[in-house]
T-cell receptor
Framework: DAMVIQNPRYQVTQFGKPVTLSCSQT?????MYWYQQKSSQAPKLLFH???????NEADTPDNFQSRRPNTSFCFLDIRSPGLGDAAMYLC????????????FGAGTRLSVL | AQSVTQLGSHVSVSEGALVLLRCNYS??????LFWYVQYPNQGLQLLLK??????LVKGINGFEAEFKKSETSFHLTKPSAHMSDAAEYFC?????????????FGTGTQLKVEL
């Protein structure tokens, strides 16, 4: 019955090797978000989509890209992962932007070797 | 601009004792406030949400929070802690205007429940 599904739950990649994280939703929500959460820190918003409109946070590195091919799916691409990119990556959805409740997936924990 | 401050990165209580997790906010517009809980290696789950309808908000698992505008606070409480409450708790604010299209989280409070 999971509504926001992230795959894989754990991902190991090598320094500099591109990696893609996946998120899907069954809620038919308009908005999908990607957060980066490092150990013992608050989630940090990387970007979000409102439908097909992409909204990048000003301080999100160019190394991070995203794609949303349809309402249900959203991908996070890390073009050249560095050791500092090791973190939990959380996907969330909401019906509307801003003030609406966000529903989170279980996250993908990325390790960079 | 909006921000949230959570006082106490770690809180420890005995099972059955009162839980009080503190959150103060700053917002240039009437805020929407949220408490989320995160269990180890899991995503965030909504506990409760304040939307100005009522100052005392009841959430899941026996938690509640009271919005106090004069104190700019939204503290989370539970009368009697249970071992299963051990987790990390995040307060978050959402507003309108600059940065209003996103949720701003506090740095989190790790709750430990001891026997």
């Amino acid at each position: 019955d999971a509504m926001v599904i992230q795959n894989p739950r754990y991902q190991v990649t090598q320094f500099g090797k591109p990696v893609t994280l996946s998120c899907s939703q069954t809620l038919n929500h308009n908005v999908m978000y990607w957060y980066q959460q490092k150990s013992s820190q608050a989630p940090k918003l990387l970007f979000h989509y409102y439908d097909k409109d992409f909204n990048n946070e000003a301080d999100t590195p160019d190394n991070f890209q995203s794609r949303r091919p349809n309402t249900s799916f959203c991908f996070l691409d890390i073009r050249s992962p560095g050791l500092g990119d090791a973190a939990m990556y959380l996907c969330a959805t909401s019906r509307l932007e801003g003030r609406d409740i966000q529903y989170f997936g279980a996250g993908t924990r990325l390790s960079v070797l | 601009a909006q921000s949230v401050t959570q006082l106490g990165s770690h809180v420890s209580v005995s099972e059955g004792a009162l839980v009080l997790l503190r959150c103060n906010y700053s917002s240039s517009v009437p805020p929407y406030l949220f408490w989320y809980v995160q269990y180890p290696n899991q995503g965030l789950q909504l506990l409760l949400k304040y939307t100005s309808a009522a100052t005392l908000v009841k959430g899941i698992n026996g938690f509640e929070a009271e919005f106090k505008k004069s104190e700019t606070s939204f503290h989370l409480t539970k009368p009697s802690a249970h071992m299963s409450d051990a987790a990390e708790y995040f307060c978050a604010v959402s507003g309108l205007g600059g940065g209003g299209n996103k949720l701003t989280f506090g740095t989190g409070t790790q709750l430990k429940v001891e026997l």
